[in-house]
Every structure is written in C-alpha cells, then in structure tokens.
C-alpha cells in the first residue's frame, strides 16, 4: 500500500511571493505522482504529473514540482502566486504496476494568498 | 465535450435511509471511481469499475455498494445512513490509468 504526507495543512502566503507546498510518500513500489487543486465547492483539477523522465514537472497555472526518488517527496512550487491561487491542493500518488486507477491522497494543504 | 457529471449537487438525508448518487463519465471513458471526501481530509477511495465489473474496492462496509450501466454510468449506493457518512462524494472517469477526471461532487449530508 501507499501514503501520502502533506507536511502543512495551512500556508499564508502574500500575494507574488513564492510558496512551496511540501509532499512525502510512502510505498513499498514504484508510483506516480499527481497534484491535484480543489476550489471551493468544486471537484479535483490535475495541476500536474510524474509519469517517468525529467524529474522536474511543469503544470498548470505556473506550478512546477520536482520529483525526488531518494528523499522520497514530490514538492509542489510556484515563485509567484496570485489572488487567485487560493484553494486546497493535494498530493496523491497511484502504483505503477497496477492497472487500477486507485490513488492515494495526502490530508491537502490550504494556500491562502493574501493580497 | 461535457466533463464529469454527477447528480444530485446537494442532497439531506435522515440517519438510517438509503442514497442513491450517480455519476456520468466523459463519453469514451470505461473506467469510474468513486472517492468519499470527508470535510478536512483528502479523499478515500471506495470503487473502481470498468467495463461493468468491480475493479477494487477500499476500506468501506457492504453497507456501500456501486454498480456501471452498459453506457458506463454509474450508481453508487449507500443504506443505513450514519452521521459520518456525511461527506463530499466525488466521482472520477479516466481513459488511462493516470489521468482520472473528478466531478464537481454530491455532498451528502445526514442528520
């Protein structure tokens, strides 16, 4: 099985500030990585993917994020955030090897953009 | 093309009944799951279906049950409503197995 540790619940940040939304994981195979947006009263948007390759993911909206095998974390980043950046993101992770489409998910993390 | 439709958005129910939560996946997609998001928590997973068969099942008593329709809709049930039920339910479709589309949800709420 997998999990999923989004080290941050809240993270205030000004408005054109950079901010780092951090992930760990944990699972015993190799994974894909997905972070996900969640507006309020709205359903999951795919920010972006790892599937293999470059370790670093360019997004949606300006979020990148770097994959790190040993340290085991797929951090999300944006060096300047809007107004509009405010929601629920989550981190989530799916086994490679498996045909099932079940993704594990992190708690999510609440960025508040402050103008 | 429409996204992921699920129905109803809102719906109140009394602890002890049935609900009955539907969802339409993006046209071409074989494969639904279903996901319980409970307010501050990520969402967990309930049921994948593909192709009308039951491809996983998380961590939920039989008092959840789903199903897929040959147009690949599909039902998710749930009897015996307990308080912690209450929830925002979401649905995802996917073409491949790392590309899931959610919907906008049904937030189910028993009292």
């Known amino acids: 099985a997998q999990s999923v540790t989004q080290l941050d619940s809240q993270v205030p940040v000004f408005e054109e500030a950079p901010v780092e939304l951090r992930c760990n994981y944990s699972?015993?195979?190799?994974?894909?990585l997905f972070w996900y947006v969640q507006y309020p009263n709205q359903g999951l948007q795919l920010l972006l993917k790892?599937?293999?390759?470059?370790?670093l993911v360019k997004g949606i909206n300006g979020f990148e994020a770097e994959f790190n095998k040993s340290q085991t974390s797929f951090h999300l980043r944006k060096p300047s955030v809007h107004i509009s950046d405010t929601a629920e993101y989550f981190c989530a992770v799916k086994s490679r090897g498996s045909t099932l489409g079940r993704l594990y998910f992190g708690r999510g993390t609440q960025l508040t953009v402050w103008p | 093309d429409a996204g992921v439709t699920q129905s109803p958005t809102h719906l109140i129910k009394t602890r002890g009944q049935h609900v009955t939560l539907r969802c339409s996946p993006i046209s071409g997609h074989k494969s639904v799951s279903w996901y319980q998001q409970v307010l501050g928590q990520g969402p967990q997973f309930i049921f994948q279906?593909?192709?009308?068969?039951?491809?996983g099942r998380g961590n939920f008593p039989d008092r959840f049950s789903a199903r897929q329709f040959p147009n690949y809709s599909s039902e998710l049930n749930v009897n015996a409503l307990l308080l912690g039920d209450s929830a925002l339910y979401l649905c995802?479709?996917?073409?491949?197995?790392?590309?899931?589309?959610f919907g906008q949800g049904t937030r189910l709420t028993v009292v």
């Open positions: 279906y593909y192709e009308k068969e039951e491809r």
């Open positions: 995802a479709s996917s073409l491949d197995p790392w590309r899931a589309f």
């Open positions: 699972s015993s195979v190799s994974v894909y």
């Open positions: 790892y599937l293999s390759g470059s370790t």
